[in-house]
């Protein structure tokens, strides 16, 4: 069920509100290229084997993917902004414990503790739902959702130049400072949602699913290292599946469940969520491409010879051209539907890898590749969320974003393995040092287009909504839509439509008439819905019903008064 009230920041407010959450999630996506710089000299760093220093990267992969579903789903119960908090508190925190440490087990935990802020993003998308006039929260959200791009790029270069001019723990305590700032901001011009959901958290849920993401992504970020054919590798990924099976039997079997099995499963919820994956793998392919491409010496016959900072920098508009497209994406949405934009999306981004099979002679052709697929990934990354809180129901957005923001993550490390895996298997070696081959950067640029293909069969089943028609009759799903006064003509009564889901929730608020009360019960199915009188000035035995009665035309809504 769900409580809403009046808290809508002002019209005023409102593009203050948005930057602050579009810096927030910025900060939050900059972790994931924030030791990429200083990736080929951390086994020197932490005194430790390389194989040991990968846990730094695999720690953040791993948190952030377990964080994700049970801070939105927390975010649902408690509410987002105070869960918005605390997972910008646990990345400062361990932003902290990083930057006064060059011990390996030291430098994992803190590592682990900024995964948390991965949930920072779908948490700031649900905010915009709730707390935006329908108007923007659409645009809003596809900026936010295209942060996971833009912090990612524009942190690589910052993080290139800070590691050839200062200590590499300097990382670490502007990852610090600028956490301190966001959570400072989010006091200051975040209010906190009014809508919430009932229930508890499901602890042994959170557990089991927990347990089956360890087990299923520690081997892809690790199978390169250990073997892909190893007993550990193979013995892992069985115990996942009988894990995630258990897992998602209890969540069945269970009122309040930590993931929402049965609404998951609803074909426009399934669909997006596995083109989602599709999607996120789309972005990691380039970003592990290009720079080594661009990195390698001429000597190698197709390297192009370029430093690190200068690598990072053509790298960067692959990040603008994503946020930048946001605006576009919003027209373009309003003129079709989310499902186009997300189709034209990733159309685009299988021209640009396909494309890009021929551009790998010159450093401007990378800097034509990253605007290309900026373009499409910012359309593809702006649709998903519009598509989920169309879907999902009101009072789950948080655990829906939080868990679509899941499926980008595992579609990002399932590419990041199979390209280290092609990367590895095509390498060669020039005076001794093994360097990956041309052949081996083309194999990983059809393995993206690849998964574009799938992505796109999967976004075909995706039902078209067309926002521009459903914005003319209002906000769509919101509780209260339908009102009309009594036979009396004095009493108000309220009828609540069912969601997409064909729930009804219970609200808390104030009715049209000013009045702060409850809507006491609400009758479900698919026949006529009776919704007990909206309580304010009146006594407690005072009620209108509302019925609904179907017909061929717009529903008809008769209210009769009773004491």
Not at 112 to 121: D, E, N, R, T, V
Not at 234 to 255: K, M, P
Not at 353 to 364: D, E, P, T
Not at 543 to 557: E, H, Q
Request: proline share 6%; net charge positive; hydrophobic share 50%.
């Amino acid at each position: 069920m769900t409580h809403t009230s009046t808290g809508r920041p002002k019209a005023s407010s409102s593009g203050i509100f948005i930057t602050v959450l579009v810096f927030m999630g910025i900060v939050a996506s900059a972790l994931q290229t924030l030791l990429v710089p200083v990736l080929d000299d951390l086994p020197l760093l932490l005194n430790t084997e390389p194989d040991d220093a990968a846990w730094t990267i695999t720690a953040t992969l791993l948190s952030g993917a377990v964080a994700t579903p049970i801070m939105g789903r927390l975010g649902d119960l408690y509410g987002k902004r105070r869960l918005l908090i605390l997972s910008l508190a646990l990345m400062v925190a361990g932003a902290f414990v990083s930057a006064l440490t060059s011990v390996l087990l030291t430098m994992v935990i803190g590592r682990a503790l900024q995964g948390f802020a991965m949930s920072a993003i779908p948490l700031g998308i649900s905010l915009m739902r709730d707390m935006l006039p329908h108007e923007k929260h659409r645009p809003a959200m596809a900026i936010m959702s295209s942060t996971m791009g833009v912090g990612s790029s524009l942190g690589l270069p910052i993080a290139a130049l800070v590691v050839q001019h200062a200590d590499w723990h300097i990382l670490f305590y502007g990852c610090a400072g600028l956490g301190v700032i966001c959570i400072g901001l989010i006091l200051w011009a975040v209010p906190e949602s009014p809508v919430r959901t009932q229930g508890t958290f499901d602890l042994l849920g959170a557990i089991g699913l927990s347990a089956g993401l360890v087990l299923f992504l520690l081997p892809i970020s690790m199978g390169s290292e250990w073997g892909w054919t190893s007993g550990t590798t193979l013995g892992l990924f069985a115990a996942a599946a009988v894990v995630l099976i258990l897992w998602g039997a209890l969540e069945l079997s269970i009122e309040a469940p930590l993931v929402n099995l049965r609404s998951t499963a609803r074909p426009p919820v399934l669909f997006t969520n596995l083109a989602s994956i599709a999607v996120g793998s789309s972005f990691l392919v380039v970003s592990l491409v290009l720079p080594r491409l661009l990195q390698l010496p001429t000597a190698t016959g197709y390297g192009l010879g370029q430093s690190m900072v200068t690598a990072a920098l053509l790298m960067a508009p692959l990040g603008l051209t994503t946020v930048l497209v946001a605006p576009v994406y919003a027209r373009l949405s309003a003129r079709y539907s989310p499902k186009v934009t997300l189709i034209s999306g990733m159309v685009i981004i299988a021209v640009g890898y396909i494309g890009g099979l021929g551009l790998m002679s010159a450093a401007w052709q990378s800097l034509v590749i990253t605007i290309v697929l900026g373009v499409g990934i910012g359309l593809a990354y702006s649709s998903l969320p519009a598509l989920i809180v169309d879907a999902a129901p009101a009072a789950q957005t948080a655990s829906a974003n939080g868990l679509n923001t899941l499926m980008r993550s595992l579609g990002s490390s399932v590419a990041g393995a199979l390209v280290g895996m092609v990367l590895a298997n095509t390498a060669q070696s020039i005076n001794g040092v093994t360097v990956p081959t041309l052949h081996g950067f083309r194999m990983s640029f059809l393995i993206a287009a690849s998964a574009m293909a799938i992505g796109l069969l999967m976004a075909l089943f995706l039902p078209r909504i067309r926002v521009a028609e459903d914005s003319k009759k209002g906000p769509p799903r919101r509780p209260m839509q339908t009102r009309k006064h009594a036979a009396d003509g004095k009493s108000p009564c309220m009828m609540l439509r069912p969601n997409s889901s064909g729930e009804h929730h219970r609200t808390v608020g104030l009715d049209p008439w000013g009045h702060r009360g409850r809507v006491r019960s609400c009758a479900t199915g698919t026949g006529p819905q009776a919704i007990n009188h909206v309580q304010g000035t009146r006594p407690e035995s005072s009620r209108s019903a509302c019925i609904t009665t179907p017909t061929a035309r717009p529903a008809v809504t008769k209210c009769s008064s009773s004491t």
